[in-house]
């Protein structure tokens, strides 16, 4: 069967079993989630981290302290999503395809939302998604913008980028502005020195993509920024999705769409 016509269920069943590669374009028509779990120690300055950087961070469903299901995610969050990456005082410390020992019980996991959601949306109004067309990873970008701080919690923006079009730019801002719950619109459109990128052919994760005569570079938000804080940061200990290698959940990208 076709990534893209499985269900949630059918997904994380496969990755369940031993499956491990990006999920962008897998079970069209259903939510990519990023997974951050943190101690419970930490989670109000996160929920603060996430309100002040709603953009970046948009939080859609959180759990209970030592919980590996939330109410979108009926599944196990220790093994259900592909790729999983620990922290320890600040630094990525193991790449994992499942966490189940990992796992605390005063761990709380956030699910935040992702650019995934609205690209079957691009495509349907004739934006290109460059890295599904290559079958790879979205390339994501640290950048010299600095999120709101909460408490102990700050770092730099992440961003996601997308090569489109330049006569296609203003449709795919209006597209992605219509689901702010899932970063809505660009953060930026053109040269990527003013966000303090150097070099689009060197992401800081997933893959790098082509980018075209007569196409400009689309900056979006990117879920991966809570990482980036932890990181920044020197959190003690946090769970994450390794980039690109999302959870999803039991709800539909439509769900998301404001008109």
């Known amino acids: 069967m076709d990534v893209a016509d499985l269900t949630p ?10 499956e491990r ?23 109000y300055e996160l929920l603060l981290f996430a309100h002040r950087n709603a953009q970046a961070c948009p939080l ?6 030592g919980a590996y299901r939330t109410r979108l995610f009926p599944g196990d969050l220790r093994t259900d999503l592909p790729g999983y990456r620990v922290y320890r005082d600040g630094r990525p410390v193991a790449d994992r395809s499942e966490v189940v020992e990992e796992w605390r019980e005063d761990l709380v996991p956030f699910l935040i939302g992702c650019s995934f959601t ?20 979205v390339p994501m970008y ?7 701080p909460s408490g102990p919690l700050s770092g730099p923006l992440v961003v996601s980028m997308r090569p489109v079009p330049e006569p296609l730019v203003a449709t795919a801002v209006e597209v992605s502005g219509r689901y702010p719950m899932v970063h809505g619109a660009p953060v930026h459109v053109g040269d990527p020195a003013e966000l303090g990128i150097g070099d689009l052919a060197r992401p ?6 082509e980018v075209r005569a007569g196409e400009v570079p689309v900056f979006w938000a990117c879920g991966v920024t809570p990482q980036a804080a ?5 959190v003690d200990f946090a ?3 390794l980039p690109g290698h999302m959870a999803i959940i039991d709800a539909r990208d439509d769900d998301y769409r404001v008109t």
């Open 21 to 43: 590669r990006p999920t962008a374009g897998w079970c069209r028509g259903w939510t990519q989630a990023n997974l951050i779990a943190v101690p419970k120690a930490l989670a």
């Open 230 to 234: 932890i990181m920044a940061s020197g």
């Open 118 to 137: 609205f690209e079957q949306a691009l495509l349907a109004e004739g934006v290109p998604v460059r890295h599904l067309e290559q079958g790879s990873n």
């Open 9 to 18: 269920a059918q997904a994380r069943k496969r990755f369940r079993g031993g």
């Open 239 to 241: 769970i994450g999705h």
């Open 60 to 65: 859609l469903d959180v759990g209970e302290a």
């Open 142 to 148: 640290v950048t010299g913008v600095p999120c709101e």
């Open 204 to 209: 800081d994760f997933g893959d790098a993509v």
